[in-house]
C-alpha cells in the first residue's frame, strides 16, 4: 500500500519513497515466510503424534497376543496334566490301553515341545518389533528436529537474501529518481507536495514499526508453540510410560495368580467337553456382537464419507471464490487497458495539435512579408528558419535520445526484476518438492512397516488357529477314546452276564447314578444306558462268578460321576476364565483391525487437504504475482504519461519565447524599412496582432494540457484505491481460508483424540473385567 501510494503521490525525483516501497514489500513478504514455518511444523508434529499412536496401538497388539500365546501355553500343560492324572486313574486297565495312553503323552509332550518353540520365537519376534519401534522413535524424532533446524536455516538465508536484492534494487532506481527530480521544474508544486511528504514518512514509520511487531509477534509465537509441543509430548511419554509399566505390573500378577490357581486345579474328559460346548455358544455371542461391531463400522464409514463430501463441496466453493475474483481481475485488467488506451490516444491528439499549431506558426511567419525585397528581409528570414530548424531538430534528437535511454533502463529493469522473481519461484518450488518427496518416503516407510507387522500379527493369530485346531483334534480323539472304552465296557457285560437279584438295593442306586451320567452325555449314552440296564434287569440268572466284577465296574462308575460333579464348578470357573481371557484378547485384535481401516481413510483425508491447501496457495501466489506486474506496469505507464506530458511543455515553453523573438524581428523590419512594406504589403495589416493570437493559443492549449494531467492523475489515483480494494478483498479471503483450514485441523485432532480416548476406555475396561474375573477365580 504504501509504495503503491509513495509512487504515485510524489513525484520520481523522491529518493525516499522508494525506499519506503521496498521495505514495505519486504515486511509484507516476510509476514508469509512465517506462516509457511509454522504450518510446516504443525504438520511435521502431527505426523510424529500419528506415528507416536501407531506405536503404541503395536504395542498393546503385541501384549494382548503374547497374553494369548500364554494362555495356551498353559492349556496345553493344563491338558497334559488332566491326561497324566486320567492315566493314573485307569493304570487297571488292559496293557492296549496302556499302550495308547502313552502314545497318547507322547503325542501331548512333543505337542507341548513345539508349542514353548513357537512361544519362544514369537516371543523373540515380539521384542525385535519393540525394538524396532523404538529405534524407529528416536530416529523420526531426530529426523523431526533436523528438518526443524533446516527449513529455520532456509527460512533466514531466504530473507537474507531478499533484502540484499531489495537493497540492490534500491540502489540501482535510486540515481536514475534522482536524475528525474532534478529535471522537475515546478517549484510551487514541490511545496504543495511538502504536507504529502510528510505523511508519506509517518506511514512508512507507522509501517515499520508494525514490521518490528509482527516480527516479535512471530518469535513469540513460535518460542510458545515449541513450548507447548515439548510439554504434549513429555506428558504422553510420561503417561504412556506409566501405563506400559501398570499394564506389565497387572500382567505379571495375574500371570503369577494364574499359575498358583492352574497348578491346584484338576480337569477331566467332560470338563473339556463341557467347555467345548460353551466355546460354541461363546463364538455364537461373538459372532453376534462382531455383526453388530460391523454395523457400527459401517455407519462410521458413512459418516465418514459425509464429512470427505462436506469437505469436498467447501473446496469446490473455495475455487469457484477464487474464480471469481479471477474474472473480476480479469475485468480490472480489461479497464486498465482500455484506460490506458484512451491516454495513449489522448497523447498522441495533442502531439498532432502541436505539430499543426507549429505548421501554423510557420505558415504564419512565412506569410507576414511575402512581397519583401530581395535584400536583407530573405537573409533574416532564412537565418531564422535555419535557427527554428536547428532547434526542433536538436529538440527531437534529445527526446529520441531520452526516450530510448528511458526505454533500455525501463527493459533492463524489467528483466532483472523478472529473472529475480522466476529464480525464487523455482527455488520455492524445488524445496517445496524436496519437503513433500520427504514426507511421501516417511509415510511410505511408516506404512511399510506397518503392513509388515500386520503380516506378523497374522501369521501369529495363523499359528495360534493351527494350535487350537490341534487341540480340538485331540480333544475328539480323547472323546473317541471314552467311546470306545465304553463300547468295550457293554460288551463285557453283555459277554458276561450274571445274577444281579441277590443284590438289588445296591444295584438300582447304580444305575440311577448311570442314567443321569448318560443323561449329560446325550443321545448316544442313552442308548448306552438302555443296553446297559437291559442286562441289569434281566440279571436273575446271572452266573456268580461274574458277580464281583460288575460290583467293581459300578463302584467306578458310580464314583466318577461323584467326582466329577466335585469338580464341576471349578471346571466351570476355569472355562470361564479362559474364555473371558481369550474374548478380551480377541475383541482387542478386532479392535486394532478395525482402527486400521479408519486411520488410512483419514490419512487420505489428511493428504487430500494438504493437495487442496498447496494448489489454493499456488493459486493465491500467480494472483498476487499478476497483481503485481499489473501495478508495476501502470506505474510505468503513468510515469512515461507524466514524461510525455512534460516534454509536451517544454516544447511550448521553447516554442513561447521564440514566437516572441519573431514578432519582435518583424516589429524592428517594419520600423527600418516601412518604405518597403508600404510598397509592398499594405494589406496586411497591424503586424502585432498574429503573434498576440499565437500566444492565446498556445496558453489555452497549456492549459488544456495541465487539464488532461490532472484528469490523469485522478484516473490513476482511482486505480490505485481499486488496487487496493482487491488487495483487501485478497487479505480477507486468505484469513477466511486460513480459519477454515484451522478449524478442519482441529475437527481432526479432535476425533484422533476421541478415537485415542475410546481406545483407552475399551482398554481399560478389557483390564477391569479381567482383574474382575480373576478376583472371582481366587475367591472361589
Known amino acids: 500500500m504504501a509504495s503503491a501510494l509513495n509512487s504515485k503521490i510524489h513525484p520520481p525525483g523522491t529518493c525516499a519513497s522508494s525506499k519506503a516501497d521496498a521495505r514495505a514489500g519486504s515486511g509484507w513478504r516476510m509476514d508469509c515466510d512465517p506462516e509457511m514455518h509454522v504450518k510446516m511444523c504443525k504438520k511435521i508434529a502431527q505426523l510424529t503424534k500419528v506415528i507416536y499412536a501407531l506405536n503404541t496401538r503395536q504395542d498393546e497388539a503385541e501384549a ?27 493304570q487297571g486297565y488292559t496293557s492296549e490301553d496302556a499302550e495308547t495312553l502313552l502314545k497318547r503323552i507322547q503325542t501331548l509332550e512333543s505337542a507341548l515341545e513345539l508349542q514353548k518353540r513357537l512361544t519362544q520365537e514369537a516371543l ?35 530473507k537474507a537474501d531478499y533484502e540484499k536484492r531489495l537493497q540492490l534494487l534500491t540502489s540501482h532506481e535510486g540515481p536514475q529518481w534522482g536524475q528525474l527530480s532534478q529535471e522537475s521544474p515546478d517549484a510551487t508544486a514541490e511545496s504543495g507536495q511538502r504536507p504529502e511528504m510528510h505523511q508519506v514518512l509517518l506511514e512508512v514509520e507507522r509501517l515499520r514499526a508494525e514490521n518490528q511487531q509482527l516480527t516479535q509477534d512471530y518469535a513469540r509465537k513460535a518460542e510458545e508453540l515449541q513450548a507447548t509441543y515439548e510439554r504434549e509430548n513429555e506428558a504422553i511419554r510420561q503417561a504412556m510410560q506409566q501405563s506400559v509399566s501398570e499394564a506389565l505390573w497387572q500382567w505379571q500378577e495375574k500371570e503369577s495368580g494364574l499359575r498358583k490357581n492352574f497348578q491346584v486345579q484338576e480337569s477331566a474328559l467332560q470338563a473339556q467337553v463341557r467347555k467345548l460346548e460353551g466355546d460354541l455358544e461363546h463364538r455364537g455371542r461373538k459372532i453376534s456382537d462382531l455383526k453388530k461391531y460391523a454395523q457400527k463400522l459401517k455407519e462410521r464409514i458413512q459418516d465418514l464419507d459425509v464429512q470427505l463430501r462436506e469437505a469436498r463441496q467447501e473446496n469446490s466453493e473455495l475455487k469457484s471464490t477464487a474464480r471469481k475474483l479471477g474474472e473480476k481481475l480479469a475485468i480490472a485488467k480489461d479497464r486498465l487497458m482500455l484506460q490506458e488506451c484512451h491516454v495513449t490516444g489522448k497523447t498522441d491528439d495533442m502531439k498532432t495539435e502541436n505539430d499543426v499549431l507549429r505548421k501554423t506558426n510557420d505558415q504564419e511567419a512565412c506569410n507576414l512579408h511575402p512581397q519583401q525585397d530581395q535584400g536583407f528581409p530573405k537573409l533574416c528570414h532564412c537565418n531564422k528558419r535555419g535557427s527554428e530548424a536547428q532547434i526542433k531538430t536538436e529538440a527531437s534528437g534529445e527526446l529520441e535520445r531520452l526516450k530510448q535511454k528511458y526505454e533500455e533502463d525501463l527493459r533492463k529493469v524489467r528483466h532483472q526484476t523478472e529473472e529475480e522473481k522466476q529464480q525464487l519461484q523455482e527455488e520455492l518450488g524445488k524445496r517445496l518438492e524436496e519437503l513433500v518427496k520427504k514426507h511421501t518416503v516417511e509415510m511410505k516407510s511408516v506404512r511399510s512397516s506397518v503392513e509388515v507387522e500386520r503380516k506378523k500379527l497374522k501369521e501369529v493369530e495363523a499359528q495360534l488357529e493351527e494350535v487350537k485346531t490341534k487341540s480340538e483334534r485331540e480333544i475328539k480323539q480323547l472323546e473317541d477314546e471314552k467311546a470306545a472304552l465304553s463300547v468295550k465296557l457293554q460288551n463285557s457285560l453283555l459277554e458276561d452276564p450274571c445274577s444281579m437279584s441277590k443284590e438289588p438295593s445296591q444295584i438300582l442306586p447304580r444305575e440311577e447314578d448311570l442314567e443321569k451320567l448318560t443323561a449329560e452325555e446325550g443321545t448316544s449314552s442313552d442308548e448306552e444306558e438302555e443296553r446297559i440296564g437291559e442286562p441289569l434287569k434281566d440279571g436273575h440268572d446271572l452266573q456268580p462268578p461274574l458277580c464281583s466284577v460288575l460290583k467293581e465296574k459300578a463302584v467306578e462308575i458310580g464314583y466318577r460321576p461323584e467326582d466329577w460333579q466335585n469338580q464341576k464348578p471349578k471346571l466351570q470357573t476355569q472355562a470361564t476364565g479362559e474364555l473371558q481371557k481369550k474374548e478380551s484378547g480377541h475383541s482387542l485384535q478386532i479392535q486394532h483391525q478395525a482402527h486400521l481401516p479408519e486411520l488410512q481413510v483419514l490419512e487420505k483425508a489428511r493428504q487430500e487437504l494438504q493437495e487442496e491447501h498447496e494448489q489454493t496457495q499456488a493459486q493465491q501466489l500467480l494472483l498476487l504475482e499478476s497483481l503485481r506486474q499489473e501495478l508495476t506496469e501502470q506505474q510505468a505507464a503513468c510515469s512515461e504519461h507524466q514524461k510525455a506530458l512534460e516534454m509536451l511543455q517544454k516544447e511550448q515553453r521553447v516554442l513561447g519565447p521564440l514566437g516572441k523573438w519573431q514578432a519582435i524581428n518583424q516589429c524592428s523590419g517594419n520600423g527600418t524599412d516601412h518604405t518597403f512594406i508600404t510598397e509592398d504589403v499594405g494589406v496586411a495589416g497591424p503586424p502585432g496582432s498574429v503573434p498576440c493570437a499565437a500566444e492565446k493559443g498556445l496558453l489555452e492549449e497549456n492549459a488544456q494540457l495541465q487539464d488532461t494531467v490532472l484528469r490523469l492523475r485522478a484516473e490513476v489515483e482511482q486505480h490505485l484505491q481499486e488496487a487496493l480494494q482487491l488487495r483487501e478483498q485478497h487479505r480477507l479471503l486468505e484469513e477466511d481460508q486460513k480459519a ?41
Open 124 to 158: 523373540a519376534e515380539s521384542a525385535s518389533c519393540k525394538l524396532e519401534t523404538k529405534e524407529r522413535e528416536l530416529r523420526v524424532e531426530a529426523e523431526h528436529a533436523e528438518r526443524v533446524l533446516i527449513l529455520s536455516k532456509e527460512m533466514l538465508e531466504l
Open 740 to 780: 477454515q483450514r484451522a478449524m478442519e485441523v482441529e475437527a481432526l485432532h479432535q476425533e484422533h483424540r476421541k478415537e485415542m480416548q475410546a481406545m483407552v476406555a475399551d482398554f481399560s475396561g478389557a483390564q477391569a473385567r479381567l482383574q474382575a474375573r480373576l478376583a472371582a477365580l481366587e475367591a472361589e
Open 64 to 90: 494382548s497376543a503374547e497374553s494369548l500365546r500364554e494362555a495356551h501355553q498353559e492349556e496345553l500343560q493344563d491338558a497334559v496334566a488332566e491326561t497324566r492324572a486320567r492315566l493314573l486313574q485307569e
